[in-house]
């Protein structure tokens, strides 16, 4: 009876834990439809995307590994930030984008080339102090 108690035990921890890995996303994966929701103006979509990425991934990075032989240059910050711009956010996107450029890996970025200027146009955008462009995005 106890083997049976211990053996029902070990095989529902298995599986509770089983179940926990199929609801998540790999950290790329949450940021690829992240990238997407921005480019489709679904401001809300990328800001939850994004922030799932940067939980499980803070660092950004230029060229990182995903899975396999396969490489993406990671910059969350960046697409966070103008989502957030967007909304309305606009202390939480100038937060976002000095993130990015603190972490200084966006110098480095070969693979996605429009990261470095959206950087650049957005924190322009936010210290020149000018509204937020409604529905639209240069991604």
């Not at 979509?45 to 990671?74: H, W």
């Not at 103008?82 to 309305?88: C, E, F, N, T």
């Amino acid at each position: 009876m106890v083997r049976r108690v211990k053996l029902v035990f070990f095989v529902g921890t298995v599986l509770m834990l089983d179940i926990g890995t199929l609801h998540s996303e790999e950290w790329y994966v949450s940021y690829n439809k992240g990238v997407d929701a921005v480019k489709s103006g679904q401001w809300q979509t990328a800001v939850q995307r994004l922030s799932d990425a940067i939980s499980d991934k803070p660092s950004s990075k230029a060229n990182a590994k995903t899975y396999g032989y396969s490489f993406i240059d990671y910059f969350p910050y960046v697409y966070r930030g103008v989502a957030q711009y967007h909304l309305g956010n606009r202390g939480q996107a100038l937060s976002d984008l000095k993130e990015e450029e603190r972490q200084g890996e966006i110098q480095d970025g070969a693979r996605d080339r429009n990261a470095r200027n959206l950087l650049e146009e957005y924190l322009g955008l936010l210290k020149g102090n000018k509204p937020p462009i409604a529905g639209t995005c240069t991604v």
